[in-house]
């Protein structure tokens, strides 16, 4: 990978293994979200994907990620600066609206647990999609993203 390629190249840029480092293993991308049919609105839930290793913060079968999860999105430079449902610290994001990466980033640190212990990624509160009936999704609403945020 290039020398601090995440400043001195524009998302479209990157090779795909820069494009792949830049994630920042939070695993916010990766909770269950819902849309209000008349507002618009997302609801994310502190449920994880099914196939979200909840320690790691990181998908158990990436490669086949799309035949096992069909509405797993894929991120492309394309369309990173219109995923405003990522959250604010997402390094894609961030890049996307010409900011910098923070300094607990991996790329930044060297350090892969800092987000973790920064309390950004979603280690320490969420549940696996496996143990929650989905009767029972609505009680596990942790935040409302407004459609215009
Ligand atoms: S929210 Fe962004 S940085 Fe975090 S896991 Fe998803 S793509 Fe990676
Ligand atoms: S399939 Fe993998 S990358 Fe997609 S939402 Fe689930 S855990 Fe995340």
């Given at each position: 990978m290039r020398e601090r390629f995440w400043e001195r190249y524009t998302l479209e840029e990157l090779t795909d293994e820069e494009w792949e480092?830049?994630?920042d293993g939070c695993g916010q991308c990766c909770l269950l979200k819902f849309e209000d049919e008349d507002s618009g609105d997302l609801a994310v839930l502190n449920v994880a994907c099914e196939l979200l290793d909840i320690h790691g913060c990181r998908c158990s079968d990436y490669p086949?990620?799309?035949d096992k999860v069909p509405?797993?999105?894929q991120l492309t430079p394309e369309l990173a600066g219109r995923f405003k449902w990522l959250p604010h610290s997402c390094a894609y994001?961030?890049?996307?609206e010409g900011r910098k990466l923070a300094g607990w980033h991996h790329l930044i640190s060297g350090d892969p647990?800092?987000?973790h212990r920064k309390?950004?990624?979603v280690r320490s509160f969420a549940v696996s999609q496996t143990e929650v009936?989905?009767?029972?999704y609505e009680d596990h609403i942790i935040a409302v993203i407004p459609v215009d945020d």
């Open positions: 480092a830049l994630c086949h990620r799309f509405d797993c999105t994001r961030r890049l996307a647990e800092r987000v309390g950004i990624s009936a989905e009767e029972h």
